[in-house]
T-cell receptor, first 109, second 115 residues
Framework: GQNIDQPTEMTATEGAIVQINCTYQ??????LFWYQQHAGEAPTFLSY????GLEEKGRFSSFLSRSKGYSYLLLKELQMKDSASYLC??????????FGTGTKLQVIP | KAGVTQTPRYLIKTRGQQVTLSCSPI?????VSWYQQTPGQGLQFLFE???????NKGNFPGRFSGRQFSNSRSEMNVSTLELGDSALYLC??????????????FGPGTRLLVL
């Protein structure tokens, strides 16, 4: 992805907590999306952060620091079905959305 | 409400041929964006249409083109196919295409294989 960095792969244990980081260039930044994509399926929306801080949605939380160009997705009480790719996407001015290459998360028993 | 639909789901073409992919957005959505997804490059933005007008364009060669009809359905066309065009092509729709206020809903994609 263009100027968006996230780890390629991560492995975590069922029931545990995992944090997926995303760093990006801050120029023209409007907001940051997180999407989940299971293999062979379309991405589905998880969260959208505009302001600094943590937003919690059930087992998933997303954090943003605009000044640092940094976000993370936190997944709690991991389940096997959480095995998927997690895409960080930045919304910039002129309504362009740029995606990172995604983090493939494998949840093991 | 039906989701975003894309046709065909799978397609095999040979180099030099051209291909047309179709996307029907969620009813009431007027913005349609197209993305190319490959394992190495991730999701890359192709273009966005709103009310039959191309509003944004990514960094792809002129072989990639698109259009949108009055009913918001969109097509994208790739001419003179190259092996590197093999990818999953995803279409996403939203009400007005203003990411700061809404999210995009993705279709299942068309998987194109160029031989």
């Amino acid at each position: 992805g263009q100027n968006i960095d996230q780890p390629t792969e991560m492995t975590a244990t069922e029931g545990a907590i995992v944090q997926i980081n995303c760093t990006y260039q801050t120029s023209g930044f409007n907001g940051l999306f997180w999407y989940q994509q299971h293999a062979g399926e379309a991405p589905t929306f998880l969260s959208y952060n505009v302001l600094d801080g943590l937003e919690e949605k059930g087992r998933f939380s997303s954090f943003l620091s605009r000044s640092k160009g940094y976000s993370y997705l936190l997944l709690k009480e991991l389940q096997m079905k959480d095995s998927a790719s997690y895409l960080c996407a930045v919304n910039r001015k002129a309504q362009k959305v740029t995606f990172g290459t995604g983090t493939k998360l494998q949840v093991i028993p | 409400k039906a989701g975003v639909t894309q046709t065909p789901r799978y397609l095999i073409k040979t180099r030099g041929q051209q291909v047309t992919l179709s996307c029907s957005p969620i009813s009431g959505h007027r913005s349609v964006s197209w993305y190319q997804q490959t394992p190495g490059q991730g999701l890359q933005f192709l273009f966005e249409y709103f009310s039959e007008t191309q509003r944004n364009k990514g960094n792809f060669p002129g072989r990639f083109s698109g259009r949108q009809f009055s009913n918001s359905r969109s097509e994208m066309n790739v001419s003179t196919l190259e092996l590197g065009d093999s990818a999953l092509y995803l279409c996403a729709s939203s009400v007005s295409g203003t990411p700061s206020q809404e999210t995009q809903y993705f279709g299942p994609g068309t998987r194109l294989l160029v031989l």
